[in-house]
Every structure is written in structure tokens, then in C-alpha cells.
């Protein structure tokens, strides 16, 4: 088995290792209570950061505001050839901080698991997750990257880059998990008189409902495109709102 570092036991570095475990020899890093929980419940080896550094896959499983720091303080114990990778919400920056941070002699790939904790309740098969090179990792390297997601994991990879990915995720996520907020503060909502579209909006609020704050605000402002599609959407809502009220339409 070759050696895999994941760096974050949150709730996906949890959900990151479990899935992984029976392909790789995993390391893990996170001092949090919570951490030692799972690893001490789940039989997780816990060991230094220097630990998981030195290891042949590298992941970051951490918030987007920290990979920049987490990039600096495992930079001396990374070894040759080794491949870094994110699992960020969000591409352009930590791109941009991996590749600033990190040494040359790395392979760098961001990747965006388009689910979560919730969404994975009845396993990873048919579920999307976006790759994109940044640094070094030639076609051979990426190709068995896709190829294990596929064929192992049964996931739905495919190729992207941190630009167009940004930009989609700003009205894929954004829209997704503003609206979300939105509903749950408009609890209760109705569970017996319903529609099925309304069913579908609460079911969308649900897988979403458990991610965290942290989380929100990457999505909302660490995205260099969703402050437009926010103001779009927000002006659209104005304008309808002036056409129902004026009886316009």
C-alpha cells in the first residue's frame, strides 16, 4: 500500500478516510478533541504533521483560510515526487496558495468532492468530483488519479480548472447554499400539505443544513465570482418583487 497523509479530521477528512483506508497506509494529523474521538472510536492512526507530510499522497483537508499556513508548515518534510491535494470548496486561492507555498519538487492537484458528509449517507457511487492539475502532475499521473476515483471509488470524475470551476461553483454553491440559509430561517416549514418541487427545495436545504459557518463564508466570499451572481440574483428578486407589488406582469 502506498502511504497517504490526510491533514483535517473534520467532518470530511472523516468521511476522506474511511473511504480511502482499504487503498492506502493512512496518516492523519488534527490535535482538535473531536479528532482524537474519531481516530481513538474508528482505529485511525493519529501521528505528527511531520508524519503525514513525509507521506507519497498529501491531503488537505482543512478550511480554505488555513491552506496557506498548512502549505508552509509541511513544505520541509515533503519528499520528491510526492503529490499535494485539496479538497476546498473553492480553487483559485488555495491553487494560488499551494503553488506559492509549496516546493517545486511536488506534484500539486486541487480537487472539489461535489458532496458532502450527507450526501454520501448511501455511499460515493455515482457522485461528482472535479479535478484539477495546478502543478507538475502530468497526464499519465492524472489519468490514474481519474481512473482510481472511477473504478474504485465509482465516482463521476472529470477534468476541470480552478477558473471555470469558480464560476460555476459561485451559482452552483453559492445560489445552493444561500438560498438554504435563507429557508432555515424560516422554520417550521410545512411537512404534510406539500408539493414534490417543495419537498425537493427542503430535501436541497437538508444535505446542505449540516455544513459549517466556515464552510458558508468560504463558499460566499472566498469565490472571486459569487459576489456577482449574488448581486444578480438579488436583483432579479428585487425586480420581481416591484412587479408583484405594482401588479406589473
Same mark, same amino acid.
Given at each position: ?7 483535517? @479530521? ?7 478516510? #474511511? ?40 491531503? @488537505? ?36 496558495? *499551494? ?18 458528509? #450527507? ?9 461528482? !468530483? ?17 481512473? $482510481? ?8 470524475? $472529470? ?9 460555476? *461553483?459561485?451559482?452552483? #454553491?453559492?445560489?445552493?447554499?444561500? !438560498? ?24 436541497? *436545504? ?9 464552510? $458558508? ?15 444578480? $440574483? ?16
Amino acid at each position: 500500500m502506498q502511504s497517504m497523509g490526510v491533514i483535517g @479530521l473534520g467532518a470530511f477528512g472523516q468521511l476522506l478516510v #474511511q473511504h480511502l483506508r482499504p487503498y492506502f497506509a493512512i496518516t492523519t494529523y488534527d490535535s482538535s478533541p473531536e479528532a482524537q474521538k474519531f481516530a481513538s472510536t474508528k482505529g485511525v492512526n493519529l501521528g505528527s504533521l511531520e508524519k503525514c507530510a513525509s507521506a507519497r499522497y498529501v491531503v @488537505l483537508a482543512v478550511p480554505v483560510l488555513q491552506i496557506g499556513a498548512v502549505c508552509r508548515a509541511i513544505a520541509p518534510y515533503l519528499l520528491p515526487g510526492a503529490t499535494v491535494l485539496d479538497v476546498a470548496s473553492v480553487k483559485l486561492g488555495p491553487a494560488r496558495d *499551494m503553488r506559492s507555498a509549496l516546493p517545486d519538487h511536488v506534484h500539486i492537484i486541487g480537487t472539489h468532492p461535489l458532496f458532502g458528509p #450527507q450526501s454520501a449517507l448511501g455511499g460515493l457511487s455515482g457522485l461528482k !468530483i472535479a479535478i484539477c492539475p495546478v502543478r507538475r502532475a502530468g497526464l499519465a499521473r492524472t489519468r490514474r488519479l481519474l481512473t $482510481f476515483l472511477r473504478d474504485q471509488l465509482h465516482l463521476d470524475a $472529470f477534468l476541470s480548472d480552478p477558473a471555470s470551476h469558480d464560476k460555476d *461553483m459561485a451559482m452552483v #454553491q453559492g445560489l445552493t447554499h444561500l !438560498i438554504a440559509k435563507v429557508l432555515d430561517e424560516m422554520e417550521p416549514l410545512p411537512s404534510r400539505q406539500t408539493t414534490l418541487s417543495f419537498d425537493y427545495l427542503v430535501k436541497a *436545504m437538508q444535505l446542505v443544513r449540516g455544513d459549517s459557518d466556515e464552510l $458558508f463564508r468560504a463558499i460566499e466570499r472566498e469565490n472571486p465570482y459569487s459576489a456577482g451572481v449574488r448581486a444578480k $440574483f438579488f436583483q432579479l428578486i428585487d425586480e420581481l418583487r416591484t412587479q408583484l407589488e405594482n401588479g406589473d406582469g
